[in-house]
């Protein structure tokens, strides 16, 4: 029959992870990574975080996965911690990798890391920002078009409008002055209003015209 590995039997349980780290340190998070020795059957990771003072404890646990990070979320910052890894394999879990101690930053230091180097842990949080950030930008722009438009089509209305009734009041027909200038239809004097000195003057005309007349019947 085959022979198995010493350091392995079918009812073996993994070896413990080793080269446990810990980076990309914030003021509430961290992350975790590790390595399996090569050959381990592993499906998962058990993470035990506790406060270097006792005061909480937390155990993450994790299986049909092949990772071999984790981020540590909800820290307090400026807080010193200690984990250890289990990796979990077919017939159990590993014994527990030695003891890691990290602290977090304070705000101050954490905004100062983001602006030094990319965050993972926030990657995803940050592309989704600017998404956000650039639909907002894209609806702004279109609001503002559309309220241009708007104005643009109100100001030609107006003008439209305001030329629409200086025609209709030019269109109105105006009142005859009393010294307008009758009109003549068929030989007699038309108009609702004449000029008293044209009508005195008229009249000298046609009384000059039949005493004409008048001389050249009696002749």
């Known amino acids: 029959p085959d022979k198995c590995p010493a350091f392995m039997t079918p009812l073996d349980r993994p070896a413990a992870p080793v080269n446990i780290s810990v980076n990309h340190l914030r003021a509430h998070s961290a992350m975790v990574s590790w390595n399996v020795l090569e050959g381990e059957a592993v499906i998962g990771f058990a993470i035990s975080q506790q406060r270097q003072d006792g005061l909480t404890q937390r155990f993450i646990r994790e299986v049909n996965t092949t990772s071999r990070a984790c981020v540590l979320w909800d820290l307090n910052e400026n807080t010193d911690y200690i984990i250890q890894v ?6 159990g879990e590993s014994q527990a990798s ?4 990290f602290r977090t930053l304070e705000k101050a230091d954490h905004f100062q890391s983001i602006m030094a180097q990319g965050d993972p842990s926030v990657e995803g949080l940050d592309i989704s920002r600017r998404l956000q950030t650039g639909e907002m930008l894209i609806i702004m ?3 503002l078009l559309w309220a241009a438009v708007i104005a643009l089509f109100c100001r030609q209305y107006d003008i439209i409008k305001d030329n629409d009734s200086n ?3 030019k269109d109105k027909t105006k009142p005859l002055s009393v010294y307008s200038t009758p009109d003549y239809h068929s030989g007699s004097l038309t108009g609702s209003k004449v000029s008293p000195v044209y009508v005195f003057k008229y009249y000298e005309s046609w009384n000059m015209k039949q005493r004409h007349s008048g001389l050249f019947t009696t002749q």
């Open 167 to 169: 025609n209709h009041s």
């Open 141 to 143: 722009t279109v609001l």
């Open 98 to 101: 030695k003891r890691v101690h």
């Open 86 to 91: 289990q990796s979990i394999g077919l017939h």
